[in-house]
């Protein structure tokens, strides 16, 4: 079984000399004591990080210095304004809460990360805000006890126990429609094959597309789409009603349902890739795609 680790980038800022920065009298931030340290406030902006995206006037990133060691809260922005992570220090060292985001400003990922690694409760989110997957580290940072992993629409994709970084006893895979797709019975990480159990699924088995295009709710019948070669030789046509069949130039099937002033409302939508190799079947049901099936046998 395949088992993506996800790869936490720590976030340190590079030490920047008190020559990058103005100090004015009277400022409350970006103090240097008398033997060179950094104290108290910083905010460090984009003019400090000369060749970047950030704009001059830009947040890169803020927070307490003692004694030229980062302390408590830490906050680092993208070059769009959003937050980009939240740490916390110890000693100018990461130690406790720390929340990563996407650049669309959703959570990314969050836990316990002390000096070099998770420890205990942890969430890797997808940019949509879902849930990617909720592990356990222990404190040498070691997934232990229950982990589980989602698909982008919410539903669990595989699920089963660690024991001191391993995989341990039974772990179930699903289908994206939440059939189980498979069992495997586990022994320090070493799966026994002759435990596996695959599944089919009951139901049809939804499926995202990377498309934005082809999950749309409604589809719009395509110039070179056909009810059949007689309608094709006529040319121009009205617009289609009801059930109907249409194909490709290349005579192959692309929509099997009902129709609504050339909208597909529901049944199967065919697509192919350039050589003409069937890759995915959409469903639709009242005007609204509901996901994928797999080709008949």
């Not at 089963?160 to 289908?175: I, L």
Request: aromatic share 12%.
């Amino acid at each position: 079984m395949k088992i993506f680790l996800p790869i936490f980038t720590l976030l340190l800022s590079s030490v920047i000399s008190a020559q990058s920065f103005e100090l004015f009298k009277g400022d409350t931030i970006n103090k240097i004591d008398s033997d060179g340290r950094k104290q108290a406030k910083w905010v460090i902006f984009g003019k400090n990080k000369p060749g970047t995206c950030y704009t001059p006037e830009a947040k890169v990133e803020e927070g307490k210095y003692q004694d030229n060691r980062k302390k408590d809260l830490w906050v680092e922005y993208f070059c769009n304004g959003n937050l980009k992570s939240k740490l916390t220090f110890v000693n100018g060292r990461p130690d406790g809460y720390a929340i990563m985001y996407h650049e669309n400003g959703k959570i990314s990922e969050e836990g316990i990360w002390k000096v070099s690694k998770w420890v205990g409760n942890y969430k890797l989110y997808y940019d949509n805000g879902q849930v990617q997957h909720e592990f356990i580290y222990n404190q040498t940072g070691k997934r232990e006890g229950s982990s589980t992993y989602y698909y982008e629409n919410g539903q669990k994709a595989i699920e089963g126990n660690f024991v001191n970084g391993k995989e341990a006893g039974t772990f179930k895979e699903y289908y994206e429609n939440g059939d189980v797709k498979a069992e495997k019975n586990f022994n320090e990480g070493n799966v026994d094959v002759a435990s596996i159990k695959e599944y089919q699924p009951k139901k049809p088995n939804i499926q995202k597309s990377d498309n934005p295009a082809e999950n749309a709710p409604k589809i719009v019948v395509k110039e070179d789409e056909k009810p059949n070669d007689a309608q094709a030789k006529k040319g121009a046509r009205g617009p289609l009603n009801g059930p109907n069949v249409l194909y490709n130039k290349n005579k192959q099937i692309t929509k099997d349902g009902i129709f609504k002033d050339n909208l597909f409302i529901e049944g199967k939508a065919y697509f192919y890739d350039e050589n003409g190799i069937l890759t995915r079947i959409a469903v639709y049901k009242n005007g609204v795609y509901v996901g994928d099936t797999q080709p008949e046998k």
